[in-house]
C-alpha cells in the first residue's frame, strides 16, 4: 500500500516562512489536501485539491506539489499557525491516506 | 451553517459494541458523502470507513474490515458507525466528516468534534 511522507516537526520563528512536505506515489495522480488540527480540537481543511484554500483560511497559507511531493507553505507564519498538519490523498484502491503529521512550532 | 453533532462512545470492554452517531444539518445531507476518521492518542489522522449519499455503497480500512458498519438515515440526516468485537488499539478519537467528491478522491471540508471511545478492561 502507498504511505505519505512528512516530517515529523517544522519549527520557524514567527513572520517567517514554514515549509511542511508531503511526499508519496499517490500524489502525481490524485489530489492532496492538506488539514490544520489545534491541540485538542478537530481537524480543518485549510488546502485542497493541491492548491485551493477554503474561503476564510488566510492567504499566507498556500500548497503546491511537484512529482511526488506536496507542499504546504505559510508565509509570515503567526503564533496562531502551530499546530499539527496533516496531508491526505487517495491510494490506486481508493483507500484514504494521511500523512504522519507535522508539527509545527512558530516561537 | 454546516453542523456535524456526534454521540455515542464511551468505555467498552474488549470484545464489547459501541454505536457512534452522527447527526447532520445545514446542507443537503443525502447528496454528500460520509465518512469516520479516528485518532487515537497521540497519533496521527486514519481513515476508517465511508459511506456515498445513498446508502448504497461501504468502503472500510482494512483494519476494521468485517468488524465495523457504517450506515446512514437520509430521512434523519444520520450516519451511524456500528463497531463490534472492539479491540484495546480501536481506542481513539473518532470523527465523522462531510466529503466533497473529485472524481474518485475526496476532501473533507467539515468535521464533527469528535467522540472518544476507550476500549479497555
Known amino acids: 500500500s502507498y504511505g505519505l511522507t512528512q516530517p515529523p516537526s517544522v519549527s520557524v520563528s514567527p513572520g517567517q516562512t514554514a515549509t511542511i512536505t508531503c511526499s508519496g506515489d499517490p500524489i502525481p495522480k490524485k489530489y492532496a489536501h492538506w488539514y490544520q488540527q489545534k491541540s485538542g480540537q478537530a481537524p480543518v481543511l485549510v488546502i485542497y485539491e493541491d492548491t485551493k484554500r477554503p474561503s476564510g483560511i488566510p492567504e499566507r497559507i498556500s500548497g503546491s506539489t511537484s512529482g511526488t511531493m506536496a507542499t504546504l507553505t505559510i508565509s509570515g507564519a503567526q503564533v496562531e499557525d502551530e499546530a499539527d498538519y496533516y496531508c491526505?490523498?487517495?491510494?490506486?484502491?481508493?483507500?484514504?491516506?494521511f500523512g504522519g503529521g507535522t508539527k509545527l512550532t512558530v516561537l | 451553517e454546516v453542523h456535524l453533532v456526534q454521540s455515542g462512545g464511551g468505555l467498552v470492554q474488549p470484545g464489547g459494541s459501541l454505536r457512534l452517531s452522527c447527526d447532520a444539518s445545514?446542507?443537503?445531507?443525502?447528496?454528500?458523502?460520509m465518512h469516520w476518521v479516528r485518532q487515537a492518542p497521540g497519533e496521527g489522522l486514519v481513515w476508517v470507513s465511508r459511506i456515498n449519499d445513498d446508502g448504497t455503497s461501504t468502503r472500510y480500512a482494512d483494519s476494521v474490515k468485517g468488524r465495523f458498519t457504517i450506515s446512514r438515515d437520509n430521512a434523519q440526516n444520520t450516519v451511524h458507525l456500528y463497531m463490534n468485537s472492539l479491540r484495546v488499539e480501536d481506542t481513539a478519537v473518532y470523527y465523522c466528516?462531510?466529503?466533497?467528491?473529485?472524481?474518485?478522491?475526496?476532501?473533507?471540508?467539515?468535521w464533527g468534534l469528535g467522540t472518544l471511545v476507550t476500549v479497555s478492561s
Open positions: 491526505c490523498s487517495t491510494d490506486t484502491s481508493g483507500n484514504h491516506i
Open positions: 466528516a462531510r466529503a466533497v467528491r473529485i472524481g474518485a478522491t475526496f476532501y473533507f471540508d467539515y
Open positions: 445545514g446542507f443537503i445531507f443525502n447528496t454528500y458523502f
